[in-house]
């Protein structure tokens, strides 16, 4: 099988035409299209197809096929644990591409994606690993002495939707895991960024994967909503705003499939009273507006000690200052522009409402001199600002980040906790135990004590309306499995 959607490596990006459906390059059934725009220059930067409802439903009865009839759920886990090794192998060959085709669509620094592309490849290693080595079937034993058989099985057909921020490794998490428990999967990745999905494709093409076990359709969200609507999708994996992945928990409780959610946040970092600020920067630096603040985990208000706020804003605000805006495609560039121009409408109208609400500019709130064209905006940080506030309650998604003060630790943790969200997490101490005994007072399902790690090799996701459901680690796993429980009565 050839593909004819061959992504070229390097800068340039060529537009993919067909679609994975079935084990092989399907040519869409209508003339739909959708075009992008470059974040960098607002010119168009690719026009590809659009899958239809038509070609949806060919993708899930092709997903449906090889899960009913096909070898893949019937497959020892080790057995398609060396289909996911080759996959992972096979996007580890392709990390430069993976990287720009990031950059190019979405405008993150290169310097960054590079930096975090190897993430796609180790999740397809660790899905692999840890098929070989769960219990999908375990021994127990009744009160009578009878044996109970406690078995995990494959969902069935899983639709998994991503977001643009973050494309494949977003999509990894899921396409991995799913297809170790032995699901058969249909992806529909976000309609601006096409281009990692099709190098998955391709990778999961030529590491030979039985047909129709891995799907793609890309669509925007009238596919996407056919996808969770149809009766033989078991489960919905998805990953994007809080907004959308409620509506799609209330499609799916029509007929219970099963939906696991990554969405927004609103996280804190929280500077303890004995916190090192020095020790503090470079994390906070890196995270606090990562990708432009287009990350969910992102750490997007820093709590501070009342009694050092000056001291602290002394040391962060011309760090701020310094960091260097420009062409995402310079290896000197530490922030691009927003996605899309749809993204800096949204960020200004936070910037405007924190003003209106008597926030405190404390640096940026503009567009940066010397970029006429391009979806640019400055890094930007509030002070004075009180946690009922809009833009210290609502996800921004951009580069504006809220200083927030604190009295003491019990009001650092009222603060910390008093948004709808719960994803993500830092807190800063001269004393790590101290700096946990604070973590666990958090409610989040992520957090880092002195910096930031996210590593997709351990569960990641969130509380109350960051969502539901792990993704990494066993944990993202058991996303994908059903339990039975088979009772030896003789
Ligand atoms: P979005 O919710 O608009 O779209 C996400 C995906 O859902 C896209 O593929 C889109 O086409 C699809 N979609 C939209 N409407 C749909 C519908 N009615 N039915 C089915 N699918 C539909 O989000 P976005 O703008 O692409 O991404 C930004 C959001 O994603 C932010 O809120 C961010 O916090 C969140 N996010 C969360 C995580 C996490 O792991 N928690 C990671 C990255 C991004």
Redesign the pocket.
């Known amino acids: 099988m050839t593909a004819h959607n061959k992504i070229e490596p390097g800068h340039d990006l060529k537009a993919p035409e067909h679609f994975y459906i079935n084990g092989e390059w399907v040519a869409p059934t209508t003339q739909r299209r959708i075009e992008i725009s470059s974040p960098v220059t607002e010119e168009r930067l690719l026009s590809y197809p659009e899958a239809a409802p038509a070609d949806i439903d060919r993708a899930v009865a092709a997903a449906r096929h090889a899960f009913d009839e096909g070898p893949w759920p019937r497959m020892s886990p080790a057995e398609r644990a060396s289909y996911l090794r080759r996959v992972s192998g096979l996007i580890a060959c392709r990390l430069d591409q993976i990287a720009w085709a990031w950059t190019r669509q979405v405008g993150a620094p290169i310097s960054l994606t590079k930096r975090l592309v190897g993430q796609n490849a180790t999740l397809f290693a660790h899905y692999a690993e840890l098929a070989e080595r769960h219990p999908f079937l375990e021994c127990r034993q009744r009160d009578d002495g009878g044996e109970v058989r406690v078995l995990r099985e494959p969902i069935g057909v899983c639709a998994a939707?991503?977001?643009?921020?973050?494309p494949m490794v977003?999509l990894s998490y899921k396409i991995a895991a799913g297809l170790a428990a032995g699901c058969t999967m249909v992806a529909?990745?976000?309609?601006?960024t096409p281009l990692e999905a099709y190098i998955l494709a391709e990778c999961i093409e030529q590491a030979g994967l039985p047909r129709g076990v891995f799907n793609l359709v890309p669509?925007?969200?009238?596919?996407?909503?056919h996808?969770?609507r149809h009766g033989d999708v078991e489960k919905?994996a998805?990953?994007?705003?809080?907004?959308?992945?409620k509506?799609?928990m209330r499609?799916c409780a029509d007929r219970l499939a099963r939906v696991s959610?990554?969405?927004?946040?609103k996280s804190a970092a929280v500077l303890l009273p004995d916190a090192e600020f020095q020790r503090a920067l470079p994390s906070l630096m890196v995270y606090s507006m990562p990708i432009t603040g287009?990350?969910?985990?992102s750490l997007t208000r820093i709590l501070v000690p009342r009694a050092r706020l000056r001291e602290f804003l002394d040391l962060f605000i011309p760090a701020v200052q310094a960091i260097c805006v420009g062409d995402p495609a310079a290896p000197e560039t530490q922030m691009g522009p927003l996605a899309m121009a749809r993204q800096r409408e949204r960020v200004e109208g936070y910037i405007a409402a924190g003003r209106a609400a008597g926030a405190r500019l404390a640096c940026g709130g503009g567009r940066p001199r010397g970029f006429e064209r391009g979806y640019f905006i400055e890094p930007t940080v509030f002070t004075d600002v009180s946690p009922d506030m809009t833009i210290a309650q609502e996800?921004i998604?951009g580069p504006v980040v809220c200083v927030i003060a604190y009295d003491d630790e019990d009001d650092a943790a009222r603060k910390a906790n008093a948004t709808p969200y719960g994803?993500n997490g830092a807190v800063y101490s001269a004393d790590p135990e101290r700096a946990f005994a604070f973590a666990r007072r958090m409610r989040t399902g992520g957090l880092t004590v002195n910096g930031l790690i996210v590593d997709p090799k351990h569960p990641?996701?969130?509380y109350g309306q960051?969502?539901m459901g792990r993704?990494g680690g066993p944990e993202g796993l058991e996303n994908y499995l059903e339990v039975k429980t088979v009772h030896m009565a003789g």
């Open positions: 939707i991503s977001p643009w921020n973050a977003l529909k990745p976000s309609p601006e669509a925007g969200r009238e596919g996407g909503e996808l969770v919905v998805f990953t994007g705003s809080t907004e959308v992945g509506h799609i499609v959610l990554e969405l927004g946040g287009q990350v969910c985990f996800e998604f994803l990641f996701g969130g960051s969502g993704e």
